[in-house]
Antibody
Framework: EVQVVESGGGLVQPGGSLRLSCTAS????????MNWVRQAPGKGLEWVSY????????HYADSLKGRFTISRDNAKNSLYLQMNTLRAEDTAVYYC??????????????WGKGTTVTVSP | EIVLTQSPDFQSVTPKEKVTITCRAS??????LHWYQQKADQSPRLLIK???QSFSGVPSRFNGSGSGTDFTLTINNLEAEDAATYYC????????FGQGTKVEIK
């Protein structure tokens, strides 16, 4: 079964750091671009970051202002999101999502169940 | 940043009705527009890719259309299991999502 499973969420104080992980199975992870998307409580979806299959190309949402770092380890079938200087507004469910790529462009076709990050004193 | 505006924000409909959700982009995005369904306490599910292409396994009652700045998701013959929030998403530039449209079944 094709799936991605997120982990690493939890409660962290403002200004703190957290590292999220996403483990893939059922497909050749090293061949796929990946993304992180988040959803604040009761709010809509917000794209966070993208990484190419090799890790050589990375993009971030402008709103993150350099606080987050995406990375991957293809040998471990894993995607990561290092989050620093966390703020209350970073509180959200963080989803790992696989890129669906074609000649028409990209979208996201496989999503995990998400991991919850809560930033609070 | 490309802003996606969905309408309506909420729709209450009876089974077998037709639902139409629109998504307007703040600038032309070609066909780089996709639709997702998110049921309560679940992760998003891809329904329609590149404006009009149904994703694998999606029931035929879900249809997408449009290009440029104006897009539509149509759900024909609505079923109770279609109660969800629907999001449009653009992948033309610095990916963004619409604010969502909640569909409630009467």
């Amino acid at each position: 079964e094709v799936q991605v499973v997120e982990s690493g969420g939890g409660l962290v104080q403002p200004g703190g750091s957290l590292r999220l992980s996403c483990t893939a199975s059922g497909f050749t992870f090293s061949s796929y671009e990946m993304n992180w998307v988040r959803q604040a409580p009761g709010k809509g979806l917000e794209w966070v970051s993208y990484i190419s299959s090799s890790g050589s190309t990375i993009h971030y949402a402008d709103s993150l202002k350099g606080r987050f770092t995406i990375s991957r380890d293809n040998a471990k079938n894993s995607l990561y999101l290092q989050m620093n200087t966390l703020r209350a507004e970073d509180t959200a469910v963080y989803y790992c999502a696989r890129c669906y790529s074609s000649s028409s462009g990209r979208t996201m076709d496989v999503w995990g169940k998400g991991t919850t990050v809560t930033v609070s004193p | 940043e490309i802003v996606l505006t969905q309408s309506p924000d909420f729709q209450s409909v009876t089974p077998k009705e037709k639902v139409t959700i629109t998504c307007r982009a703040s600038q032309s995005i070609g066909s780089s527009l996709h639709w997702y369904q998110q049921k309560a306490d679940q992760s998003p599910r891809l329904l329609i890719k590149y404006a009009s292409q149904s994703f694998s396994g999606v029931p035929s009652r879900f249809n997408g259309s449009g290009s440029g700045t104006d897009f539509t998701l149509t759900i024909n013959n609505l079923e109770a299991e279609d109660a969800a929030t629907y999001y449009c998403h653009q992948s033309s530039s610095s990916w963004t999502f619409g604010q969502g449209t909640k569909v409630e079944i009467k």
